[in-house]
């Protein structure tokens, strides 16, 4: 059975960095498209980031030339770099894969304010 769990999350002044990781459990992760999404309060969840198994990389217009995702196969984790943290970027932020089948993390918390 698949889990994944993330971790990476806190609190950071506007303009702060942080990097955010992903931890999956299960087969053929190598194979698995992976991504990040978030939900802030009172919004719907959104796409912030996703990688899939040949590298390619799709942002959202929000995220590009600020965030950066990645992937390990043999680790097994997909990490989202913050960089240039905005107000706006306050969110719960939760891991994605997809492999025959969708899966979540438990989301962890990102705060940006000063």
């Known amino acids: 059975q698949v889990q994944l769990v993330e971790s990476g999350g806190g609190l950071v002044q506007p303009g702060g960095s942080l990097r955010l990781s992903c931890a999956a459990s299960?087969?053929?992760?190598?194979?698995?498209?992976m991504g990040w999404y978030r939900q802030a309060p009172g919004k719907e969840r959104e796409l912030v980031a996703r990688i899939i198994s040949d590298g390619n990389r799709v942002y959202a217009d929000s995220a590009r030339g600020r965030f950066t995702i990645s992937r390990d196969n043999d680790k097994n984790t997909v990490t989202l770099q913050m960089n240039s943290l905005k107000p706006e970027d306050t969110a719960v932020y939760y891991c994605?894969?997809?492999?025959?089948?969708?899966?979540w993390g438990q989301g962890t918390q990102v705060t940006v304010s000063s």
């Open positions: 299960g087969n053929d992760f190598s194979r698995s498209a």
């Open positions: 994605y894969m997809y492999l025959r089948g969708a899966y």
